[in-house]
C-alpha cells in the first residue's frame, strides 16, 4: 500500500470514529446534564468536516501532474491544514462562548454516569491519536498529522471534562459549573494545538527548510554512485506527501559532457529507488577544482 492510500484510508477512520463519538457524546451531554461533554461534541463534530476535508485534499493531491502542474498538485495539502485549522478555531470559539455562558447560568450538576462515558472516550481518543499520528509520520502528511491532533485536542477536552464534572459531582451545590469551566479550560488547548498544527503547514507553503534530516541523508547517500566525488548544495521542499530536490553534485572535471549527464542520470534513479518519499530530483553537475 503506497502513501497516499494509507492516508485516505486513516482519515476513513477517523471520518468513522468522530461521527460515532459526536452521536454518543451529544446524547449523554444532553441526558448527563454536561455542557463540557456537549462542548466535546461539539468538536466531534466539526472533526469530522475537518476529516472529510482532508479526505478531499488527498483526493485531489493523488491527481498527476499536468501542464499547468508540472509538479504535480500536492500543493493542496498544505491549503488543506489551513483549514483544519480554521475548523479547529471555530470549535474553540463556540466552546469558549457557550461555556461562558452557561458559567452565568444556573444549572443541575452532571450525572455520575457521565465519567463512565468520558473515560472511555478518553481512551479511545488517545488510541486514535497514536493511530493517526503514526500514519501521518509513516506518509509525510501534515493535514494528517493536523487530523491526528484533532484527536489529541480531542482526548484533552475529555480529560477536563472529567475533571470538571468529578468535581461538581464531588463537591456538589455550588460547584455545578465546574464542567463549564473545564469546557473553556480545553478551548483554550484548542487553540494552542491550532498554532502548533498552522506553524509547520506555512513552512510547507514558503518552501522553508525544514528538512535537515532528509538533506544530510540525500547528501550521504549521493556518495555511494560512482562518480559522484561530493555534494556542494541541497535544497529540499515538501509537495504533498513528496519531496523535490535541487542537488549540486562534484564531478571529475576532466569527463565529457555525455558522462557528466550519465552521472546525474544514475544519482537520479537511485536517490528516487534509495529514499521512496522522494519526487523531482534536479541535478546540477559542479567540476572539482
Same mark, same amino acid.
Given at each position: 500500500?503506497?502513501?497516499?492510500?494509507?492516508?485516505?484510508? /486513516?482519515?476513513?477512520?477517523?471520518i468513522? =470514529?468522530?461521527?460515532?463519538? $459526536?452521536?454518543?457524546? %451529544?446524547?449523554?451531554?444532553v441526558? %448527563?446534564?454536561?455542557?463540557?461533554l456537549? $462542548?466535546? $461534541?461539539?468538536?466531534?463534530? /466539526?472533526?469530522?468536516?475537518?476529516?472529510l476535508?482532508?479526505?478531499? =485534499?488527498?483526493?485531489?493531491?493523488k491527481?498527476?501532474?499536468?501542464?499547468?502542474?508540472?509538479?504535480? @498538485? *500536492?500543493?493542496?495539502?498544505?491549503?488543506?491544514?489551513? =483549514?483544519?485549522?480554521?475548523?479547529?478555531?471555530?470549535?474553540?470559539?463556540?466552546? !469558549?462562548?457557550?461555556?461562558?455562558?452557561?458559567?452565568?447560568?444556573?444549572?443541575?450538576?452532571p450525572?455520575?454516569?457521565?465519567?463512565?462515558v468520558?473515560g472511555?472516550?478518553?481512551?479511545?481518543?488517545?488510541l486514535?491519536f497514536?493511530?493517526?499520528?503514526?500514519?501521518?509520520?509513516?506518509?509525510?502528511?501534515?493535514?494528517?498529522?493536523?487530523?491526528?491532533? @484533532?484527536?489529541?485536542?480531542?482526548?484533552?477536552?475529555?480529560?477536563? !471534562?472529567?475533571?470538571g464534572?468529578?468535581? !461538581?459531582?464531588?463537591? =456538589?451545590? %455550588?460547584y455545578? /459549573?465546574?464542567?463549564?469551566?473545564?469546557?473553556?479550560?480545553?478551548?483554550?488547548?484548542?487553540?494552542?494545538?491550532s498554532?502548533?498544527?498552522?506553524?509547520?503547514?506555512? *513552512?510547507?507553503?514558503?518552501?522553508?527548510q525544514?528538512?535537515d534530516?532528509?538533506?544530510?541523508?540525500?547528501?550521504?547517500?549521493?556518495t555511494?554512485?560512482? %562518480?559522484?566525488?561530493?555534494?556542494?548544495?541541497?535544497?529540499v521542499?515538501?509537495? *504533498?506527501?513528496?519531496? @523535490?530536490?535541487d542537488?549540486?553534485?562534484?564531478v571529475?572535471?576532466?569527463?565529457?559532457?555525455k558522462? *557528466?549527464?550519465?552521472?546525474?542520470?544514475?544519482?537520479?534513479?537511485?536517490?528516487?529507488?534509495?529514499?521512496?518519499?522522494?519526487?523531482?530530483?534536479?541535478i546540477?553537475?559542479?567540476?572539482?577544482?
Open positions: 500500500m503506497n502513501n497516499e492510500q494509507t492516508a485516505i484510508r /486513516t482519515t476513513y477512520f477517523s468513522i =470514529g468522530n461521527s460515532a463519538l $459526536a452521536l454518543i457524546k %451529544g446524547v449523554a451531554g441526558y %448527563g446534564n454536561s455542557y463540557a456537549i $462542548a466535546d $461534541a461539539i468538536e466531534s463534530t /466539526t472533526d469530522i468536516f475537518a476529516s476535508l482532508v479526505l478531499l =485534499g488527498f483526493k485531489y493531491a491527481r498527476p501532474a499536468d501542464e499547468n502542474h508540472p509538479y504535480g @498538485h *500536492g500543493k493542496i495539502e498544505p491549503l488543506i491544514t489551513f =483549514g483544519v485549522v480554521a475548523f479547529l478555531v471555530v470549535s474553540a470559539t463556540i466552546i !469558549a462562548y457557550e461555556s461562558i455562558q452557561n458559567i452565568q447560568t444556573p444549572h443541575e450538576v450525572k455520575p454516569w457521565t465519567l463512565i468520558l472511555i472516550i478518553i481512551i479511545w481518543k488517545e486514535s497514536q493511530i493517526v499520528i503514526k500514519k501521518s509520520r509513516q506518509t509525510n502528511s501534515s493535514s494528517l498529522k493536523a487530523d491526528a491532533w @484533532h484527536h489529541r485536542s480531542d482526548a484533552i477536552t475529555s480529560v477536563l !471534562a472529567f475533571i464534572i468529578s468535581i !461538581a459531582i464531588i463537591c =456538589g451545590r %455550588g455545578e /459549573t465546574a464542567d463549564d469551566w473545564a469546557a473553556l479550560i480545553a478551548s483554550l488547548f484548542i487553540l494552542y494545538n498554532y502548533l498544527i498552522f506553524r509547520p503547514a506555512l *513552512g510547507e507553503v514558503m518552501d522553508e525544514l528538512y534530516e532528509l538533506i544530510l541523508e540525500i547528501r550521504e547517500r549521493s555511494e554512485v560512482q %562518480g559522484v566525488l561530493d555534494t556542494e548544495k541541497c535544497f521542499r515538501k509537495s *504533498g506527501l513528496k519531496f @523535490h530536490v542537488l549540486h553534485v562534484v571529475d572535471g576532466g569527463i565529457s559532457v558522462s *557528466g549527464h550519465d552521472i546525474a542520470h544514475d544519482l537520479k534513479d537511485f536517490l528516487r529507488r534509495e529514499i521512496p518519499t522522494l519526487g523531482h530530483v534536479l546540477h553537475i559542479e567540476p572539482n577544482e
